[in-house]
């Protein structure tokens, strides 16, 4: 069945270092996949996309690149920021189905 | 703000309590869905409503009751909750079929404590 591994967290980062979040899934078919980013108190917000292969998403500065051959979607952000603190979501939805399957999320922290 | 509403944003209840959880959503959908977010769990779909058609139910326990009286409203009716039913509660909604991207929106999520 479809599935998403993601990188166990957390993660403790200086400002302006670098970020990378793995991702790696499990799908039939050619799934779209999705980072979500959750800040702290509030729901699940969509952070960037993509629906077939080779197709860089990006939004504020994050990018991911989706890569058939590896089965990959790494998040990558090249000068993180304390507001970039917060949980990242990895998920794929296959073409035709309701369900999004998430991983666990990775923990961001920031610090000045 | 994402176009989904929820509320209570916090919930406390006892086991023999009886309360629901409301969710709106103002982006003209046609699909709307409930999570379940645990500690160190990853999202648990819990219910699919495609249509204002129940398409998804995901062995949920009979004591979650979901309701969704039109494309605009989602509830989820809960009634002799256990501790282990405390998390949080994420409705989500997207636009599903021809044109659509199903792109999930979701709201803030209920903060649901069982006692």
């Known amino acids: 069945g479809d599935s998403v591994t993601q990188m166990e967290g957390p993660v403790t980062l200086s400002e302006e270092a670098f970020l990378t979040i793995n991702c790696t899934y499990t799908?039939?078919?050619?799934?779209?996949l999705f980072w979500y980013v959750q800040y702290p108190g509030e729901g699940l917000q969509l952070l960037l996309k993509?629906?077939?292969?080779?197709d860089k998403g990006s939004n504020k500065g994050f990018e991911a690149t989706y890569r058939k051959e590896t089965t990959s979607f790494h998040l990558e952000k090249g000068s993180v920021q304390v507001s970039d603190s917060a949980v990242y979501f990895c998920a794929l939805i296959s073409t035709g189905a309701n369900n999004l399957f998430f991983g666990t999320g990775t923990r961001l922290t920031v610090i000045p | 703000e994402t176009g989904v509403t929820q509320t209570p944003r916090h919930l406390v209840m006892g086991m023999t309590n009886k309360k629901s959880l409301k969710c709106e959503q103002h982006l003209g959908h046609n699909a709307m869905y409930w999570y379940k977010q645990s500690a160190k769990k990853p999202l648990e779909l819990m219910f699919v409503y495609s249509l204002e058609e129940r398409v998804e139910n995901n062995s949920v326990p009979s004591r979650f009751s979901p309701e969704c009286p039109n494309s605009s409203h989602l509830f989820l009716h809960l009634h002799t909750l256990q501790p282990e039913d405390s998390a949080l509660y994420l409705c989500a909604s997207s636009q599903v079929g021809t044109g659509g991207k199903n792109i999930q929106y979701f709201g803030a999520g209920t903060r649901l404590s069982v006692l």
């Open positions: 993509a629906t077939k292969a080779d």
């Open positions: 799908a039939t078919g050619y799934p779209s």
